[in-house]
T-cell receptor
């Protein structure tokens, strides 16, 4: 069901920027791109979302390509606590809501 | 204060039993959800309620019945439990309608059916 493609795993050095890619080539015009992460067995944690403009908050930046077929989540200064599975999801609201989480990317931040 | 809380955290029970999982959110959100995360770690939505009204009911067995006594609570009752029901169940809430904006997840309830 997942409409996104992400690498299975990535490594990043502590203190460096982590850039997590996501392909969503079949995204439709009213669908947002959401990023969540799940640390170990905890509940997923919202990170950021966007429609077509780049977005930034205190946790991360989201870069969406002009054709909206791919995006990149950027953690500017990764810490050990950022080790988690990162999910890229596309979806819209309302009665057609179909927010389905795929397998995500396991990001391991190394000391 | 925990924004979205679930009880119990762990639930071990035998096949055929009936069990309930409770969820409460103190965020004043209008919409609540139940998700199931299976052994392959896929997280899928099961139900969504908006102001106590069921708005999303995915293809789940009718042994699963959600109940929302008020917009701060969404409970999940499961009848005649089966081995395949073993999973982690997450409750979530969002300020706006289903799928709109960020969702806040609870810590999960790990259900093991033996």
């Amino acid at each position: 069901d997942a409409k996104t493609t992400q690498p299975t795993s990535m490594d990043c050095a502590e203190g460096r920027a982590a850039n997590l890619p996501c392909n969503h080539s079949t995204i439709s015009g009213n669908e947002y791109v959401y990023w969540y992460r799940q640390i170990h067995s905890q509940g997923p944690q919202y990170i950021i979302h966007g429609l077509k403009n780049n977005e930034t908050n205190e946790m991360a930046s989201l870069i969406i390509t002009e054709d909206r077929k791919s995006s990149t989540l950027i953690l500017p200064h990764a810490t050990l606590r950022d080790t988690a599975v990162y999910y890229c999801i596309v979806g819209s609201g309302g009665s057609n809501y179909k927010l389905t989480f795929g397998k995500g990317t396991l990001l391991t931040v190394n000391p | 204060d925990t924004a979205v809380s679930q009880t119990p955290k762990y639930l071990v029970t035998q096949m055929g039993n009936d069990k309930s999982i409770k969820c409460e959110q103190n965020l004043g959100h209008d919409t609540m959800y139940w998700y199931k995360q299976d052994s392959k770690k896929f997280l899928k939505i099961m139900f969504s309620y908006n102001n106590k009204e069921l708005i999303i009911n995915e293809t789940v067995p009718n042994r699963f019945s959600p109940k929302s006594p008020d917009k701060a609570h969404l409970n999940l009752h499961i009848n005649s439990l089966e081995l395949g029901d073993s999973a982690v169940y997450f409750c979530a809430s969002s300020l706006r309608g289903a799928g709109e904006g960020e969702q806040y997840f609870g810590p999960g309830t790990r259900l093991t059916v033996t």
